[in-house]
């Protein structure tokens, strides 16, 4: 799968603007300074991923002085993978161009793994989308798989 540093970072400010918009009893907007500070992301960066991640419905902003930015939607109904396709960071374990005619071996044809990886990235999408903001800041992310990995594991004859 390719995410890039721009795919995590949003999600790491948008985990970040999420936990600390719960611990404000002021009701202020959270900075994108004080994200950059905790998270050692640059503010520059960040002021480009919030432009991306305001203009797909994400996040709220305020100017002036006691500006900052919101949640658009509470952090349990904000799932990952919206983030992440918001930053314009494509889902994808495959090295073919999504929808293009070329295949992953040049030409048409398309490697025997093809299949594969495309349903990784499928599986990837999917998991994604069934993380929430709120679930990343309680620490609900660790362990989905580990039940399931342990059953698969346990009904494989020795």
């Known amino acids: ?41 640059s503010l520059s960066y960040l002021e480009q991923l919030f432009a991306r991640l305001r203009r797909a419905g994400l996040v709220l902003s305020a100017r002036g002085p006691g500006g900052g930015y919101r949640l658009a939607y509470p952090a349990s109904e904000t799932r990952i993978a919206d983030i992440v396709l918001a930053v314009d960071e494509p889902i994808r374990a495959t090295r073919c161009e999504i929808g293009s005619p070329k295949g992953c071996q040049g030409g048409r044809a398309r490697c025997l793994t093809h299949d594969l990886w495309e349903e990784l990235g499928n599986q990837i999408h999917l998991f994604l989308a069934s993380v929430s903001l709120e679930d990343v800041v309680a620490k609900r992310v660790l362990g989905r798989a580990g039940a399931l990995h342990a059953s698969l594991r346990a009904a494989r004859p020795v």
């Open 1 to 41: 799968m390719r995410l890039s540093t721009r795919g995590r970072y949003a999600v790491m400010a948008m985990a970040d603007l999420a936990a600390h918009t719960l611990k404000r009893t002021d009701g202020k907007p959270v900075t994108l300074a004080e994200i950059a500070a905790r998270q050692g992301i």
